[in-house]
Nanobody
Framework: QVQLVESGGGLVQAGGSLRLSCAAS????????MGWFRQAPGKEREFVAT????????NYADSVKGRFTISRDNAKNTMYLQMNSLKLEDTAVYYC?????????????????WGQGTQVTVSS
């Protein structure tokens, strides 16, 4: 069993930065591919970024490429999302997800574990 807890969300002005963290319980974090997803009010959940078990492979949505960086520290059982040059449209609840086989996807039932989410609000 793995529990995921996101933190680091908050209110930031457009152009600002935030770093989200996803802390995992247990000693099997390094076995999981991880990902970040977000859901804005009235919209479907969307893919933000994924990272492989070792961190060697990373994928980003076009909308965040060049502004967001996904990383992980397996020794600390933690994944991060550094978000720079934030835009109004980045406002959403951000979720982390873990998947043992394959990369996480935005589909609820596709992943093994989900966090509870952290709110990111970008203001003008």
């Amino acid at each position: 069993q793995v529990q995921l807890v996101e933190s680091g969300g908050g209110l930031v002005q457009a152009g600002g930065s935030l770093r989200l963290s996803c802390a995992a319980s247990g000693r099997t974090f390094s076995r999981y591919n991880m990902g970040w997803f977000r859901q804005a009010p009235g919209k479907e959940r969307e893919f933000v970024a994924t990272i492989s078990k070792t961190g060697e492979s990373r994928n980003y949505a076009d909308s965040v490429k060049g502004r967001f960086t996904i990383s992980r520290d397996n020794a600390k059982n933690t994944m991060y999302l550094q978000m720079n040059s934030l835009k109004l449209e980045d406002t959403a609840v951000y979720y982390c997800a873990a998947k043992l086989y394959g990369l996480p996807s935005k589909e609820q039932m596709s992943n093994d574990y989900w966090g509870q989410g952290t709110q990111v609000t970008v203001s003008s």
